[in-house]
């Protein structure tokens, strides 16, 4: 009997499961509803927390920061996540076919995504110095700039914008070269007979293959976007004058910084709450246009 | 219009590997600079000799080792962990019937709907109760098993013939034998990935460290560097010499590993 009960699935399925279970429940459950429970309470990550009710949220919808932070984050999202996939699926497209140099190609367009975020902020501010900086003596030789850059209240979102899309580029032309494997030759070579052009075959062929990775990409890239915060870390620190103050960095600076963290809390709550609404719009958007072979 | 006497795509592919490539070529450029080369408009192209001196500089202006070490037995303790507890996991949910089996994977995988952004506070005040804050534990224990790893390793192991697994057990091999001799050796391409991606990941992490870590001592290379730029703002070629330091390792394994790499990162995206 007891050999049996040891043979069990019950006891050893548990045995097997527990060391991730424990770990899962301490360091990923637990702070899902701690975190809401936060959002209720002051807290400056010492002293004994005090319940405030809503009163976190009232001083959100009037705290001009905060709403701006939003605004950032969005502007930022909505231009990185196009040029980051948009592009990635054009030099993928440009890769597929082995060329000349192509190794040399796809390495050099690959080895920012082992660049940490931390590296590439330091490398950035170098590169966009605005006094010694190699960009502006480049945009200078083709009659353009001066610029401050990360300096410069009204360019540093975009600064940044182009920064990430730089360290983000790689991973997503992985995805589509792996995806473009999976497109058939004899397909396309169907469609040239049938007297369909590059951009017909490209339009009704090459783009409804691609779609599911398209659909992972621009979840996966938006839920990244929403959530910026090394490379402005590591370059701005949310300035000038709060022009690359994001959401993350907000809440990061509220609750580490300034040690609102019941506050900050509410915050993570919003941020929650968005990253969840657009991942749910794209998912139905995606399910209804993504064209999934077996 | 004639056809050009070569493929059109190196038009766009050569500007482009350009493009990826000076942000790094410059980092190394400027990091055997002097110091008034650096402070020079137009920028030094090309230095008037080699100025190594700037590593060692580097490396005693911090203790670059010190992060070497500290990230590496992080990130050696979370890809371990993750290929034992994820396998172990991953292998009773996609093997074995067990009570509650089915809503406890659906809670594990739940978590990966939120964001570690608007968990972390929770997350560093368990940390701060467990008195782990400012060491190495703290980076080490919520990293030891992840969600993503048991999904990844589970779906991989529900693609295997059951009958080799039905084999070894009425042969009267133990559970845990049958994972780890019969499993185990054909998952090889899953563990890779999954191997991979965790060190890539906790590597390169930052924000979890930031909050946690507050002594030089206990830093990551990623952590170590950031307070490195700080102490020496605009030291160009001092930050860049460092900088090449702490990125050459990583570099050079992906550089080197890159089909590896790329089959894994890939495999995660496309399946997962």
């Known amino acids: 009997m007891i050999q049996k009960a040891l043979g069990s699935d019950h006891l050893a399925g548990w045995l097997f499961v527990l060391p991730a279970v424990i770990l899962i429940g301490v360091f990923g459950i637990l702070p899902i509803g701690w975190a809401l429970l936060l959002s209720f309470q002051q807290n400056d990550l010492l002293a004994t927390p005090t319940w405030v009710g809503l009163d976190n949220y009232r001083t959100l919808v009037h705290d001009p920061v905060f709403r701006d932070s939003i605004r950032r984050t969005l502007v930022y999202t909505v231009l990185f996540v196009p040029l980051s996939v948009g592009g990635a699926m054009g030099v993928a497209l440009l890769l597929r076919r082995p060329i000349r140099f192509s190794r040399f190609y796809r390495t050099s367009v690959f080895v920012p995504v082992a660049t940490s975020t931390v590296a590439t902020g330091i490398i950035f501010n170098w590169l966009l110095d605005p006094t010694y900086g190699l960009a502006n003596f480049v945009l200078g030789k083709i009659g353009l700039g001066p610029y401050g850059f990360f300096q410069d209240p009204d360019q540093a ?65 938006t839920i990244n976007a929403l959530q910026v ?44 709450l968005i990253t969840l609404v657009f991942a749910v719009f794209q998912l139905w958007l995606g399910n209804r246009r993504v064209h999934y072979t077996s | 219009m004639r056809t050009l006497p070569f493929n059109p795509r190196h ?67 979370a890809v371990i962990g993750n290929l034992v507890l994820c396998s172990l996991a991953g292998y009773a949910f996609a093997r074995m019937r067990f009570f509650g089996r089915d809503i406890t994977f659906i809670a594990l995988l739940a978590t990966l709907m939120v964001p ?50 039905e084999a070894a057990r009425i042969d009267g091999c133990s559970r845990l034998g049958v994972l780890f001799r019969i499993v185990l050796p054909l998952s090889m391409p899953a563990l890779a990935t999954l191997g991979i991606v965790t060190f890539l990941w906790t590597w390169n992490d930052f924000l979890w460290p930031l909050i946690v870590i507050s002594s030089t001592n206990q830093s990551t290379v990623q952590i170590g560097l950031a307070s490195f730029q700080g102490a020496h703002q605009t030291n160009w070629s001092l930050l860049m010499a460092g900088n090449v330091m702490a990125l050459a390792p990583m570099l050079l394994v992906f550089i080197f590993a890159q089909r590896w790499f790329v089959q894994s990162l890939a495999s995660t995206g496309v399946k997962g």
């Open chain 1, 157 to 221: 979102l975009y600064a940044i914008v182009a920064m990430t899309v730089w360290g983000w580029l790689g991973f997503d032309v992985i995805i589509y070269l792996a995806a473009l494997q999976g497109v058939p030759e004899d397909l396309l070579e169907a469609a040239q007979l049938d007297g369909a052009g590059r951009w017909a075959t490209f339009r009704h062929v090459v783009w409804p293959l691609l779609s599911p990775a398209t659909l992972f990409l621009v979840v996966w890239s």
């Open chain 1, 229 to 272: 915060f090394d490379e402005i870390y590591v370059t701005t620190r949310g300035g000038p004058l709060h022009a690359t103050t994001v959401l993350v960095y907000y809440l990061y600076n509220q609750a580490f910084e300034l040690f609102h963290a019941g506050y900050a809390a509410a915050v993570a709550e919003v941020l929650f």
């Open chain 2, 116 to 165: 570690f952004q608007v968990t972390m506070i929770p997350t560093f005040l368990i940390v701060q109760h467990l008195g782990l804050v400012d060491s190495l534990g703290a980076l080490i224990a919520p990293n030891l098993v992840t969600p993503f790893g048991i999904f990844l390793l589970r779906q991989f192991f529900r693609t295997l013939p059951i009958e080799l697994e």
């Open chain 2, 11 to 77: 038009l766009v592919l050569l500007p482009l590997a350009a493009v990826m490539l000076v942000p790094l070529v410059w980092m190394l450029v400027t990091s055997i600079e002097t110091l008034p080369e650096t402070r020079h408009f137009p920028p030094t192209l090309i230095p008037a000799g080699i100025h190594w001196q700037n590593y060692p500089d580097a490396l005693d202006a911090a203790p670059f080792g010190r992060f070497f070490a500290n990230s590496f037995i992080v990130t050696g303790a």
